[in-house]
């Protein structure tokens, strides 16, 4: 399990997108979003760099 804090993350619409591409790349992704926070819990077979590189491809660069 990889955990991300994306500070651009905020809305459902967010969520949608991330949940969409990911799913996209991993079809047994497992995601766990905590809006409030802009934390984002990944569980995948996709190593942790490919996934932060989607997130910032998508719009929604990790927080070092």
Known sequence: MYEF???D???QHCVN???ETLTQAD???ALR???PSHKL???SQLARS???RKLEELG???AE
């Open 9 to 11: 993350m905020g809305c």
């Open 17 to 19: 997108t991330i949940t």
């Open 50 to 52: 490919v996934i932060a």
């Open 33 to 35: 979003f905590e809006l």
């Open 60 to 62: 929604y660069p990790p």
């Open 27 to 29: 079809p047994t992704v």
């Open 5 to 7: 804090t994306l500070p």
């Open 41 to 43: 819990e990944v569980t």
